[in-house]
């Protein structure tokens, strides 16, 4: 099942290229608003699955062209993305590790990304497979993990590389707002047969900038929720970002529409916009370092900061 939200955050269910408003179905979920919706369904879904998908067969369809599809999960208790978490050949680590980011940070399908006026050397956005978690899960074990995925989602992980100083980096870097941008849907788990094998792909202007498969994870899904879910409970809703290959970051700059596909998640689709008018390289990280050079961030050629950068 895809759930999504739509308009003014009615919740409803995408069977092909519709949308059926499951929304008052649900009314007797307690909710401070229609935001809390989605997580508290997630909760009590074996509960209410029989109910919306008889909701849905009675309920006629919108086109999903007619409607605006909204971030499916607008404010969770937690974003947690896995850190360096892909056998890429750029980027390696020993050690699992992950950080927070912001919820504050979450845009939806055909959203802006706004790079901010601060002295990043580039904005990148990571292509990401999200895992939705489906149940309070504590201190889970490897082999029971699964059991605590309510399903997936599309994810893009915004970056403000190389803000100064050094040692304070990923909280200013990661969760600036609008650098979450998630969706189109929710997909329940039982569609998904094997994410660990899933093709991800993210385009920059209809260019192909990032291909690689889920496959490829250091710490895949059930270890990750192991590891994570040892250090603090995970709650219903809440975002795993579960890392992406390196080698086809490239610098966002305005102007850029950019899509994010995963195989049976369909694609999310956001815009970029800097008011400094910045521009970057287009180098893909991958072609600076065939190229042998260093520092595989694509350098910055013109517009506010662009001396600085040089500079350093």
Not at 175 to 186: C, Q
Request: glycine share 8%; charged share 25%; with cysteine.
């Amino acid at each position: 099942m895809k759930l999504a939200y739509f308009d003014n955050f009615r919740l409803g269910v995408v069977f092909q290229n519709q949308i059926f408003d499951i929304t008052e179905e649900l009314s007797d979920l307690s909710r401070r608003g229609p935001e809390d919706l989605m997580s508290l369904l997630i909760e009590q879904f074996a509960a209410y699955r029989g109910r919306i998908e008889a909701a849905a067969a009675r309920t006629r369809g919108a086109d999903l062209g007619q409607v605006k599809l909204r971030a499916p999960l607008p404010r969770p208790a937690n974003i947690v993305c896995m850190a360096v978490n892909y056998d890429d050949g750029l980027i390696s680590s020993p050690h699992t590790n992950a950080f927070h980011k912001a919820s504050s940070a979450i845009i939806g399908p055909s959203d802006t990304m706004v790079l901010p006026d601060v002295p990043a050397s580039a904005f990148e956005g990571e292509a990401e497979l999200a895992v939705v978690i489906g149940k309070r899960a504590s201190h889970v074990r490897p082999d029971e993990a699964m059991d605590y995925v309510f399903g997936y989602t599309n994810f893009i992980d915004g970056s403000a590389r190389g803000l100064p100083p050094p040692t304070n980096t990923f909280f200013q870097m990661k969760s600036r707002e609008t650098f979450a941008p998630i969706g189109p849907y929710v997909v329940t788990r039982d569609e998904i047969p094997d994410p660990q094998n899933l093709r991800i792909r993210l385009w920059v202007n209809g260019e192909l900038k990032q291909d690689f498969n889920t496959g490829k994870m250091i710490t895949d899904i059930k270890n990750s929720i192991a590891w994570l879910s040892a250090i603090h409970p995970l709650m219903p809703g809440d975002v795993i970002a579960t890392g992406t290959d390196h080698c086809g970051l490239n610098a966002f700059q305005d102007g850029d529409v950019v899509e994010l596909e995963t195989d049976g998640l369909g694609s999310l689709r956001i815009q970029v916009k800097d008011e400094l008018k910045r521009t970057w390289s287009r180098e893909r990280r991958i072609d600076r370092a065939e190229k042998g050079l260093s520092n595989t961030i694509a350098p910055q050629l013109s517009g506010k900061y662009a001396e600085l950068a040089k500079a350093t």
